[in-house]
């Protein structure tokens, strides 16, 4: 059986009179593509942040990688890449520019080797040399999106977290986008975790999910949790959208 990459136990954080996570558990396998879903409020960013130690909670137990997660511990940057939702790049360097950043942070890699390495990523990534010298502001939002994923990339990571990794892009990109996820997941054997509200993405991409309702996370396959009786996983996993995908997925 995998071993386990992620493992949040008992999770609470509160805002105020908020509840946000309330004893939430969850566990990501290596080598799996995890995603995370839930409505407005339920909490996906905030415990993304939680396992990235970016944010404190009231309470729980978080390790990745087998380290814990807490303030003041020592965490696996390196080990990991994050690609945000808006892509998060430094708008006055070029695409290079940012993907070296973090190889220039955390190696003591000579520039010109750095340069070559940071290259690769960006074809990794699937984008063409020519992008390498321009800045966020000439590139399209796919574009930005692929270079966000490449500078994750930077580092060699094993754990890869995409944040709405395919929001905002045309359908075409976007399935471009998951055709780029599942070619890494497999050649750089990546664990991936995915926060999404896309039906399109989850479906094409999942091999196990967490729906977060009610302050805890229900976890199991796509098939699991479209079965689970709330109201909220009822209506995303068994409305129209969600039965044209599933439909579709199996002609195919």
């Known amino acids: 059986m995998p071993e386990s990459v992620i493992s949040v136990r008992g999770l609470v954080n509160k805002f105020g009179r908020n509840m946000v996570h309330d004893g939430l558990d969850l566990e990501v396998k290596q080598g ?3 995603s995370i879903v839930g409505g407005s409020g339920s909490g996906k960013s905030v415990l993304l942040r939680s396992i990235l130690g970016l944010q404190r909670p009231i309470s729980g137990k978080i390790t990745v990688l087998g380290m814990p997660i807490r303030p003041g ?8 890449g994050v690609l945000f939702q808006h892509g998060a790049l430094f708008s006055g360097l070029t695409v290079r520019e940012n993907v070296e950043l973090p190889i220039a942070l ?5 520039q010109h080797t750095r340069s070559k390495l940071a290259s690769l990523k960006v074809q990794m990534a699937g984008l063409p040399s020519e992008a390498e010298d321009k800045v966020p502001s000439e590139l399209s939002g796919g574009m930005v999106k692929r270079a966000a994923l490449a500078r994750a990339l930077a580092l060699e990571p ?10 905002g892009l045309d359908p075409i990109a976007a399935e471009e986008f998951e055709d780029v996820i599942l070619y890494l997941r497999e050649s750089l054997d990546l664990t991936v975790v995915i926060i999404t509200h896309d039906l399109d993405t989850l479906y094409s ?3 196990r999910v967490a729906v977060l309702v ?9 098939e699991e949790v479209a079965t689970m009786d709330h109201p909220w996983i009822n209506s995303y ?3 129209v959208r969600a039965r044209v995908i599933r439909t579709t997925e199996s002609v195919v």
């Open 237 to 239: 996993f068994n409305g």
């Open 106 to 110: 955390h190696s003591s890699m000579g």
């Open 214 to 222: 009610d302050g805890k996370a229900r976890t199991g396959t796509l």
């Open 158 to 167: 094993r754990l890869l977290f995409l944040d709405e990794p395919t929001a």
């Open 32 to 34: 799996e593509i995890f």
């Open 205 to 207: 991409l999942s091999d």
């Open 73 to 80: 511990a020592e965490l696996p940057y390196r080990h990991w």
